[in-house]
DNA sequence: GTATCTTTTCGCAGTTACTGCAATATTGCA
DNA sequence: TGCAATATTGCAGTAACTGCGAAAAGATAC
């Protein structure tokens, strides 16, 4: 992270991040897929974070809701390890190569929640609309993160990711009436 | 297209590309950045239609309502271009890198979309509203044209587009009642 | 038809991420 | 200590992409 932040994403080789971790080049990607992945290590740790918690709703409670508790609890957990959240994103959101990949690890996350999402139904709903949800919860997640970064973490993330929810709910068919 | 049917994504080399279009390897980078955009050919244009089609709605229109209108038209042009359509998303649906690519133009698109959200809004909402339509449209978009695929094409887009914008509008917070 | 300028095409050499494979080192355990 | 599983490593290779400068093609003026 440190050489990512002194030289660049772009301007740091696997070659360089191997001699500062003291290990061989080709040992590297036995612990990282891509050079990406460094960056966003912490998110296959998030994906498990989220499908607990969204376990954990009683199955009465209707699945929007349902997803708004679990990201809003899993968003303290954020605030925990801020600092090095901070480090993150600032580097992703300064590279489009590390910003795609952290999209495409994100498509992971909406294929597991559409099916956490459609095994909860137990066919009251149709797959699109599992998958339409998982879709618009990750935007309300990306939303907020963005928002968060660049008004320099003034609101508390789960403040703005409820929020954000909230609105997706509430506010878009009739705007002029809120 | 042809020669990713034949030997898929990964197994067609930009030699191969070049040889078949009858141009130098170095010369299909003067046309395409990078090897995915041959399959996303169509973005580029499409964005501009969607900016177009966004800009032709009157200002007093509810946000979301006008992008549910704008990407409802976008659509029909889609079905005019119905085969060449399917063949790009099969080729993206079958290959992670293709559709992190797409992903990642598709940000693009969230940052013009929100862009001219945020322009039309003109003071009386903020950045992170105009940032959540528009990347729960792009949801939108990307859920439909998914099961738009899966489903063999049988509903029209149009019709599956307006569908989740309109399910996203009303149908969220309180699904018990619908 | 020729000369001049612009744009496109191209070849070449180089960088870098990433892979498969087989050898070697390390570790855990009986 | 000996053995088996696992981790580390080196090497050779592939393929996408880049910068640069030369050559080719095309347009324009005279």
Request: aromatic content about 8%; some cysteine; charged content about 25%.
């Amino acid at each position: 992270m440190a050489l990512f932040e002194e030289h660049g994403f772009d301007g740091t080789t696997i070659e360089q991040i191997a001699a500062a971790a003291d290990i061989a080049p080709r040992t590297f990607f036995s612990y990282f897929p891509t050079k990406e992945d460094v960056v966003l290590a912490d998110y296959s740790g998030r994906l498990e974070r989220i499908l607990a918690e969204l376990g954990r709703r009683p199955e009465s409670e209707a699945p929007w809701d349902a997803l708004q508790a679990s990201f809003v609890e899993v968003a303290a957990d954020y605030e925990a390890a801020r600092d090095d959240l901070i480090r993150r994103f600032t580097i992703m959101s300064a590279n489009a190569a590390v910003y795609a990949r952290s999209l495409q690890l994100q498509a992971g996350w909406e294929d597991a929640l559409a099916d956490v999402l459609s095994r909860r139904a137990n066919g009251t709903t149709d797959d699109l609309e599992s998958r339409l949800l998982a879709s618009a919860a990750l935007a309300c997640v990306r939303s907020s993160l963005r928002h968060w970064l660049l008004t320099g973490h003034a609101t508390p993330l789960p403040t703005l990711i409820d929020d954000c929810f909230g609105r997706l709910a509430d506010g878009l068919a009739h705007q002029d009436r809120a």
